[in-house]
């Protein structure tokens, strides 16, 4: 498994600036929500894992309707490597630059876990060499100019190897990030707030566990995390450790609300399934609670007398209004108006997938013990696969796009039809008034019809930016 960093050239016709002649983005998140509605979206795919030996590679899709691509495929880049794993992305630039008028949003930073043009590749052997990192997986541009890039693992798939990585504006290693003997004890996502001086990371956990594919056991001999970590900004100290305990076992993706003044934030519990609220106490402190539980359901013909939502990833939207996550096993997205942080009110949900659809060999059962399964819609006459795992919305907070890939691992586990036939990609529209949700009957990219073979899709990004890469200063 190559464990380098690729660099993608993304060349657009604004110089890579949102609306205004000034650094990349925009100024505030509610500027970015009247920008260009997007027309192209960047979607890593890969072949890791599903025995095609082909590079991964980063596929440009067509969003613009009266376009007469809609909804296809219109460019692929390979990676140099096979097995990469192409998992998260992110700019060189993004808003947190605004205020640089000579800095552009012009490279897409691809983290290898395991129409732009190619422009660089940070091989392992330099990373592993200058800081002992391994496994990539979340980039962040800064207001430096330089990149961050958190590290899962050292080269032989230990947790306690993992930390932040560092890169200059010309994509060279420049060292770890944290000061030294302040790694956390698991890798995964972060997000910063400049103005409360803080960043926060959560824990999958060790690579050496998850790229075999999920066993419980491993949860118990403590292979996966349970906390979050918090760094005083920007000079890498690590100030507190916060344990979330069984209620948030697995914290993955981590956002603050996109309002840079405010100190709260959520993060999605995978195994545990839950949103926990995490935010800044009067003495200074941070704290958590739960504020958001999917119950496990009773099933029948699974591994498991009882099946988590299993939540990977969710976002907010850019008027932190609302909060949106899938439930990549029971198959549904949910939306929650977080108007009152403390308090979210479920205002959508849509079944995409999941593991006990109708026509699957899994049932859920009520508490009554009534067999049932849940009733998802085909597409275009596609019968839906997987389960919703990476999500992205618009700018203006109208369209959410799915796609059903989680780690090559892990779909061939849970979802083994991936393998054989790839994953595709959805949209959904969304009430972003009153809330709700529905599928675009419109719109599907089907990753099965690929001209190297089925393949499997993650992350999205838009070329101008979006609310899961842009972060507020």
Not at 372 to 400: A, T
Request: charged content about 20%; aromatic content about 10%; glycine content about 10%.
């Amino acid at each position: 498994m190559a464990t380098d960093t690729a660099v993608a050239e993304h060349r657009s016709s604004n110089n890579g600036h949102g609306c205004c002649a000034k650094g990349p983005g925009y100024a505030t998140p509610l500027d970015a929500m009247s920008g260009p509605r997007e027309k192209l979206l960047y979607v890593t795919c890969l072949y890791t894992g599903t025995g095609r030996e082909k590079p991964d590679y980063l596929a440009t899709v067509d969003a613009d309707p009266s376009s007469s691509s809609y909804s296809k495929v219109i460019h692929r880049l390979p990676v140099p490597y096979i097995g990469d794993e192409l998992h998260h992305s992110g700019w060189n630039s993004c808003s947190s630059c605004y205020g640089d008028s000579s800095a552009q949003r012009r490279f897409l930073v691809l983290p290898s876990l395991v129409a732009p043009s190619l422009h660089k590749v940070v091989e392992p052997a330099d990373i592993v060499q200058k800081t002992g990192l391994s496994y990539p997986h979340t980039a962040h541009c800064l207001a430096s100019g330089d990149i961050l890039v958190s590290c899962l693992g050292d080269k032989d798939g230990n947790a306690e190897g993992n930390g932040f990585l560092l890169l200059d504006s010309e994509f060279n290693v420049k060292g770890r990030w944290e000061k030294p003997g302040h790694s956390p004890a698991f890798g995964y996502d972060f997000w910063y707030q400049p103005r409360h001086k803080t960043m926060i990371s959560s824990s999958w956990g060790a690579p050496l566990a998850f790229t075999k594919g999920f066993n419980l056991q491993h949860v118990s001999d403590g292979l996966y995390g349970r906390h979050l970590f918090v760094y005083s900004w920007p000079d890498g100290e690590l100030k507190q450790t916060l344990d979330l305990g069984n209620t948030g076992l697995i914290p993955l993706e981590i956002r603050f609300l996109h309002d840079p003044s405010k100190d709260i934030g959520f993060v999605g519990c995978a195994l545990a399934s839950t949103m926990v609220r995490f935010f800044k106490t009067q003495d200074g402190s941070w704290n958590h609670e739960v504020a958001i539980s999917v119950k496990s359901l009773k099933v029948q013909n699974w591994i498991l007398p009882e099946m988590p939502g299993l939540i990977t990833d969710f976002l907010i939207s850019l008027d932190d209004r609302f909060l949106y996550f899938s439930n990549w096993l029971h198959g549904d997205i949910r939306q929650y108006n977080i108007e009152d942080p403390k308090n979210p009110v479920l205002t959508g949900q849509v079944w995409v997938g999941g593991l006990f659809q109708k026509g699957s060999p899994v049932v859920a059962v009520t508490d009554d013990g009534q067999p049932y399964q849940s009733d998802v819609p085909s597409v275009q006459g596609h019968r839906l696969r997987g389960g919703p795992q990476m999500i992205q919305l618009s700018l203006d907070g109208k369209r959410l796009y799915v796609t059903n890939s989680l780690f090559s691992a892990w779909d061939c586990q849970f979802y083994p039809e991936l393998k054989e036939k790839g994953s595709h990609m959805l949209q959904i529209d969304v009430n972003s008034e009153k809330g709700g949700m529905a599928i675009n009957p419109n719109f599907f990219v089907d990753f099965e019809a690929e001209p190297d073979g089925p393949a499997l899709a993650h992350e999205m990004r838009y070329p101008g930016g979006d609310c899961t890469s842009d972060i507020w200063i």
